[in-house]
């Protein structure tokens, strides 16, 4: 299993571009989620999806859009970048069998500056 | 969802000691989850307590978990470098928000 993966690894924006950023998982799990990390800080949780076709807002939504088509695959949209928007990005997901609330499994994260 | 909130936020000791990071939340929980991250890489999950458990443990990690006072520790013996990182507490609430604080700096000093 590849676990969780993102695309790409770095990433420079200017202000105003758009750009995905990728994320899947080959563990079939149906709860997936975007987080952002600023430097010194913890993660804030962007969205999350907790099945194909089934998206929320986090703690920080604004500027970000999802959707989730696919168990696999969970990307997160910019749509027009700004310099706030400059963090790393990670993806997680885990399975809530058992009830829920199990281990996440993170991707390695995105870098993203945005100019 | 709630977030657990860490303390202390920064933690240095020698290697060999004994490091111990606590967390606390606000309202019931179905479990606890701890998390590391090692210097701005992915987060690993560490270990999980469910709401009907004291005490578990996972090679030299003892975790903790004390419902009625709404909180839990972190207990690593033995640190090596290798364990300088960022650990985060989870506390779960029956949904799929997992909400992360800002986390306990441990660093070992070789």
């Known amino acids: 299993n590849a676990g969780v993966t993102q695309t790409p690894k770095f990433q420079v924006l200017k202000t105003g571009q758009s750009m995905t950023l990728q994320c899947a998982q080959d563990?079939?799990?149906?709860?997936m989620s975007w987080y952002r990390q600023d430097p010194g800080m913890g993660l804030r949780l962007i969205h999350y999806s907790v099945g194909a076709g089934i998206t929320d807002q986090g703690e920080v939504p604004n500027g970000y859009n999802v959707s989730r088509s696919t168990t696999e695959d969970f990307p997160l949209r910019l749509l027009s970048a700004a310099p706030s928007q400059t963090s790393v990005y990670f993806c997680?997901?885990?399975?809530?069998?058992?009830?829920?609330?199990?281990?996440?499994?993170f991707g390695p994260g995105t870098r993203l500056t945005v100019l | 969802s709630q977030q657990g909130e860490e303390d202390p936020q920064a933690l240095s000791i020698q290697e060999g000691e004994n490091a111990t990071m606590n967390c606390s939340y606000k309202t019931s929980i179905n479990n606890l989850q701890w998390y590391r991250q090692n210097s701005g890489r992915g987060l690993v999950h560490l270990i999980l307590i469910r709401s009907n458990e004291r005490e578990k443990h996972s090679g030299r990690l003892r975790v903790t978990l004390d419902t009625s006072k709404k909180s839990s520790s972190l207990l690593i013996t033995a640190s090596r470098a290798a364990d300088t990182a960022s650990y985060f507490c989870?506390?779960?609430?029956?949904?799929?928000?997992?909400?992360f604080g800002t986390g306990t700096r441990l660093k070992v000093l070789a």
């Open positions: 563990m079939n799990h149906e709860y």
């Open positions: 989870v506390p779960i609430s029956g949904t799929y928000k997992y909400i």
């Open positions: 997680a997901s885990s399975s809530p069998r058992g009830g829920g609330g199990n281990e996440q499994f």
